[in-house]
């Protein structure tokens, strides 16, 4: 598939798109930073996943960035990665660690 995007500088570059048929700048689906319309997402906000259908769904508990449901890339703070690519918690009152090793309290 190949788009035409059409640029206008009153949009926003994220989170708006041009619509030719209204003249008018239009918000992105919800949880899409970057959209060609309503519906076909190109980039998802942190904790969303861009899915085969182009909509932003949402990542696995506690995950920042994946590429899947299942996929976490990063974790968000107070939590670390597992081999197995999901999020677990750092334990209390420890804000960053790594499966083996608490960076710091």
Not at 48 to 54: A, G, I, K, Q, V
């Amino acid at each position: 598939l190949s788009f035409t995007f059409i640029i206008n500088s009153q949009c926003n570059a994220y989170y708006e798109f041009y619509d030719s048929s209204s003249n008018a700048c239009k918000p992105c689906a919800y949880n899409c930073k970057s959209c060609y319309d309503e519906e076909y997402c190109i980039e998802c906000m942190e904790e969303y996943y861009l899915d085969t259908n182009n909509s932003c769904r949402k990542c696995s508990f506690g995950c920042a960035i994946c590429s899947t449901s299942t996929a976490c890339i990063t974790c968000n703070d107070g939590l670390y990665l597992t081999n197995a690519g999901s999020c677990i918690s750092c334990g209390t009152g420890i804000s960053t660690c790594t499966i083996a090793v608490t960076q710091s309290c």
